[in-house]
């Protein structure tokens, strides 16, 4: 049987750790209760289950159970988020802050909001992808209602200043809302410690199933509350209605476990390999060039061509190797990276990109081979002209 594809697209999404899979299957078929069925044992453990996972989740991010909010990923999260804080809001601000490399269920809420008449600011990056802290704190005025700045950037890795952002935001008395789906799991994340206000993460980036995420929400007053964007019941504390998800709660929670307790391990594992395949690849292709500077996440590479199509090589090598141009959201439309263009690329050189991101189940010979198939192949591309 033929080999299948090495995966390196863990940033899309991560295959369910076996672990997590046998925490699952008793909530399909045994333990399969409805949380709000509070008369009888079957409701009970599908309650019980449920607290225990919010508990799991709220450890691996510094912050209290009773503040996690289940959803069905992080999009959800994101939207709850904003628009449920915008609407909270009204009447005080009409203003929100967030950055222009920002992943684009931000982005695009963001517009939604510009529509129901509040103003954003699209804070700029440097050519490293990182924001400017001195033009993030004069973009505030005393109609900001939001500061919503990512963790990692999902594309580049990047990681923002968060600490940094969090005091000016506590500073300022304005709340601060992450989206650290990439960066919970992969680095560590403390709510508390950072000052972040509400944070969105998804089960499926840290070895949990797809279609199930969490939202912290922590606001310091009750002027940082948030507005319920979907109603039918009174499900997570009367913020998001509707049947929970028991088994992947369950298996959300159980990935959370799993990475809090390997955290550091991996995280240099994976960073070994990152910096490995990065420095054969630079080795062996001359011209080649890493995208993002700075503090990074340790499993992630954006690598510029020197000539040729992105898509080419990624067509060339599928049934070898599979990679990506950069976010999986953003694969639906076929455009360049507003990310890169964000960090001063051109349309041309942001076509010439491809993403790289290692996990939990790549080996390092698998670096090795990739590192190899992707020179050769790079080597057998034709420049085009005018890239």
């Not at 046998?22 to 008369?39: C, H, I, K, V, W």
């Not at 028991?246 to 594992?269: D, F, K, M, N, Y």
Request: aromatic share 4%; proline share 4%; glycine share 10%.
């Amino acid at each position: 049987m033929k080999r299948p594809p090495i995966y390196l697209d863990y940033n899309a999404t991560a295959p369910c750790d076996p672990r997590v899979v046998e925490s699952m299957l008793p909530y399909f078929n045994q333990r399969f209760g409805n949380t709000a069925s509070a008369d009888h044992r079957y409701g009970w453990q599908a309650k019980d289950a449920v607290e225990d996972a919010r508990g799991q989740v709220a450890q691996l991010i510094g912050a209290r159970a009773k503040r996690i909010v289940f959803t069905s990923g992080a999009t959800e999260s994101v939207n709850l988020a904003l628009k449920g804080l915008a609407e909270a809001m009204q009447g005080r601000g009409d203003h929100i802050i967030t950055c222009t490399t920002e992943h684009r269920a931000v982005l695009d809420t963001c517009a939604y909001l510009e529509t129901k008449g509040f103003r954003v600011t699209y804070l700029d990056v440097d050519g490293q992808g990182r924001l400017s802290l001195e033009e993030l704190e004069e973009a505030i005025t005393r109609q900001t209602v939001c500061i919503a700045i990512m963790y990692a950037n999902n594309e580049t890795g990047v990681i923002h200043p968060i600490n940094a952002i969090g005091t000016l935001a506590r500073k300022h008395h304005v709340p601060f809302f992450c989206d650290a789906t990439q960066a919970v799991g992969k680095v560590a994340v403390n709510v508390e410690t950072d000052c972040i206000d509400f944070l969105a993460l998804s089960a499926h980036k840290l070895y949990g199933p797809q279609g199930v995420g969490a939202l912290f929400v922590g606001g310091q007053t009750r002027d940082m509350e948030i507005v319920p964007r979907q109603h039918g019941g009174h499900h997570e504390g009367g913020l998001r209605s509707g049947t929970l998800n028991v088994p992947g709660i369950v298996g959300l929670g159980q990935a959370a476990v799993l990475c809090q307790a390997e955290l550091s391990e991996e995280g240099e594992r994976l960073r070994n390999m990152r910096d490995r395949l990065e420095q054969t690849l630079a080795g062996q292709v001359p011209g080649i060039r890493v995208n993002g500077g700075g503090d990074r996440l340790p499993h992630v590479s954006n690598l510029l061509l020197p000539h040729g199509h992105a898509e080419q090589l990624l067509l060339g090598l599928a049934p070898y190797l599979a990679m990506s141009r950069g976010s999986a959201c953003s694969g639906l439309v076929q455009r360049p990276s507003h990310v890169l263009k964000g960090m001063g690329l051109s349309d041309a050189e942001a076509d010439r990109c491809i993403r790289i991101s290692l996990g939990r189940f790549t080996r390092p010979e698998e670096v090795e081979e990739a590192a190899a198939r992707i020179a050769q192949a790079i080597a057998a591309l034709e420049p085009v002209e005018g890239k």
